[in-house]
């Protein structure tokens, strides 16, 4: 019998996920603060950067957004997943472990 965990291949993917969703919350944050330091100048120029800063910026809360969603819902199935094969899970667990005291404690 051979179990396939389809969302431990993109583990790895979870990590940038976050490192993305976190630059994207910078960013906004940063843009926000921009855009009330600007709101005093008037000119054409400055209200067309204004706009389309407010254009990404909405873009980008948008994209952080899909991303914890994305975010919900891969570990929402890993759980189940874990759910669905506990021993094979605790196993994984103890294996990599292992693994690790060893390379930890090799010289």
Known sequence: ME???ENMENA???VSREK???DLRTLARDAE???KATA????DKAKEARSRLSEALEKAKATCHRLEEKTVAAAKATDKVIRQHP???IGIAFG???LIGVLVTRK
């Open 3 to 5: 179990t396939v965990f």
């Open 40 to 43: 005093g100048d008037m000119s």
């Open 12 to 14: 790895h993917n979870e």
């Open 87 to 89: 021993y094979e899970s």
């Open 33 to 35: 603060e921009l855009l």
């Open 96 to 98: 990599v472990g292992l």
């Open 20 to 22: 993305v969703k976190e």
